[in-house]
């Protein structure tokens, strides 16, 4: 099968704009680009005139397995399965072709995961995570651990079930009675369990908001901080020496603050509303979300969907906390969601970038999101998503 997009507006990935491009896809690679690429016999010819071309979409911080409808209350597992089907369609059809799933029951992730690589359903690539916690921290539905030989164990269990990346849980969290200014782990519980991961080529990820246990997570190992909301210049410092990842996940705070009718409506409990609005107060005050950035901290895009004000496929909300907060321009935003996503997946040889060579995960909207990066919200003008060569999405094209 051969797939030709022609008349479009290029966004590579990388900040290059190629006007009247085409883009031309065989089996699952893309094989030629640019404004004079010869169109193969037989191929499927798509008109984009009008229209932007641009690489599939990354959420590096997502938890498909979790409903919204669902998230304070009990549910069997059989239940969050079935909806984690409904979740991955909807997510890949606003254009998210891969996501980081930062955690669920322990293996719901994982085996989501390969129904998805088999055909069975459709759904985003998923790199599935293997999450820890300690005895009665946050993260109520994860593998609980405790001491350097349980965190050890808890990482060779999942990665006995081919988990992707490895995850501890390093301060508690605003969703639950935990502090999110304390940490849990100690560098060496969390070095055990990134340990294993590193000796497999697998990567490694910490849930942290403050900065004492974002220090610990960077010391131990991690590749990646989930939120650092209220991460000092210390912790800066680091990261750009280690050359750690920052996924902030910003979105949700700012709705939360934008919709507290719909948040006490939901069964968000009163004093996690409060502590919500803690880090947003601090990273505006502070900056520092933006201080990271301009200091060459590389963030990606991640969402911590689904929660009260925000479901599976709402991801590109994220776009408003990265310009807000990080200071991104739209370009940056979307290459934090596209180039610099892939390369917070370890997948930057295969994704994020339209270059020959690379699998075929390509949108086409209908409009310019660098001109308006709201239009990548309207899953309406996302009139085509490929994933892998095949499209999975098609409006009005």
């Not at 955690?103 to 719901?108: F, K, M, N």
């Not at 390969?114 to 300690?134: E, F, H, S």
Request: hydrophobic letters at 40%; one cysteine or more.
């Amino acid at each position: 099968m051969k797939t030709v997009f022609e008349n479009g507006r290029l966004f590579v990935g990388d900040g290059k704009i190629v006007d009247n491009a085409t883009a031309i896809v065989e089996g699952n690679k893309i094989v030629d680009i640019g404004r004079r690429a010869t169109t193969p016999a037989g191929a499927e010819v798509i008109d984009c005139s009008g229209k932007t071309i641009m690489p599939g979409l990354f959420d590096c911080e997502v938890h498909i397995c979790f409903a919204r409808e669902v998230r304070f209350s009990p549910e069997t597992l059989e239940k969050r399965a079935m909806l984690a089907v409904m979740h991955a369609r909807r997510t890949l059809e606003a254009g998210f072709t891969t996501v980081r799933d930062c955690g669920s029951e322990p293996y719901l992730n994982i085996d989501l995961r390969d129904v998805i690589n088999a055909g069975w359903v459709p759904g985003p690539r998923i790199l599935a995570t293997g999450a820890m916690r300690m005895t009665g921290g946050h993260g109520g539905t994860f593998l609980e651990a405790d001491g350097v030989d349980g965190c050890r164990k808890a990482a060779r269990m999942f990665l006995s079930h081919n988990a992707d990346i490895i995850k501890c849980m390093a301060t508690g969290g605003i969703s639950d009675a935990t502090l999110p200014t304390a940490y849990t782990y100690s560098v060496e519980e969390m070095a055990a369990a990134f340990e294993e991961a590193h000796k497999v080529g697998k990567r490694t990820a910490a849930h942290a908001y403050g900065p004492e246990g974002i220090k610990k997570a960077i010391l131990a190992g991690a590749n990646c901080i989930q939120h650092g909301n209220l991460l000092d210049d210390e912790c800066i410092d680091l990261m750009t020496k280690r050359e750690v990842f920052l996924v902030p996940t910003l979105a949700l705070r700012m709705l939360r603050e934008r919709h507290p009718e719909i948040v006490k409506t939901k069964g968000y409990p009163e004093a996690s509303y409060q502590k919500n609005l803690d880090p947003l107060k601090h990273m505006r005050e502070t900056r520092n979300m933006e201080r990271a950035f301009r200091a060459g901290v590389k963030v990606a895009l991640g969402t911590d969907w689904p929660e009260e004000v925000a479901d599976h496929g709402d991801n590109a909300q994220e776009f408003d906390g990265l310009i807000e907060l990080v200071g991104m321009t739209p370009m940056e935003a979307i290459i934090a969601a596209t180039k610099t996503g892939a390369e917070c997946c370890g997948l930057e040889g295969q994704l994020g970038t339209i270059e020959v060579g690379k699998l075929a995960d390509i949108l086409v909207v209908n409009g310019d999101p660098v001109e308006n990066i709201n239009i990548l919200k309207d899953i309406q003008k996302i009139q085509i998503v490929m994933k892998d060569g095949i499209i999975f999405a098609r409006r009005g094209l």
